[in-house]
Nanobody, 126 residues
């Protein structure tokens, strides 16, 4: 099971970035997927999730209406489009694949995600 996140970088406040997560077929197929993030000195927090079938998404209140999660079944890739970025979005962003027996939840738990990418750093300058 492999997850490889990319697309992070330095951007000014108000700008946009798109993160990608290339996944192995085993990590991607039939699994709910999500993005989490961890700012310096803080605990990892949930950002966005998408159901295994792609029909349902869920977002943290802090990113709702600014971020969009999507998945491409042809290439086994997860995306996070981030718009109107703020300084408080600065963090390492991690893609994650849920364990196979997990229900899609609007109260996501780290415990439900068994596979994690290495993280890509997003820095938003104010």
């Amino acid at each position: 099971v492999q997850l490889q996140a990319s697309g992070g970088g330095l951007v000014q406040a108000g700008g946009s970035l798109r993160l990608s997560c290339a996944a192995s077929r085993r990590a991607f197929s039939g699994r709910h997927m999500a993005w989490w993030r961890q700012a310096p000195g803080k605990e990892r927090e949930f950002v966005a999730a998408i159901r295994s079938t792609g029909g349902t998404t869920h977002y943290a209140d802090s990113v709702k209406d600014r971020f969009a999660i999507s998945r491409d079944y042809a290439t086994n890739t997860l995306y996070l489009q981030m718009n109107s970025l703020k300084a408080e979005d600065t963090a390492a962003y991690y893609c994650a694949a849920a364990k196979s027996d997990v229900f899609f939840s609007t109260e996501p738990r780290e415990f439900d995600y068994g596979y994690w990418g290495q993280g890509t750093l997003v820095t938003v300058s104010s």
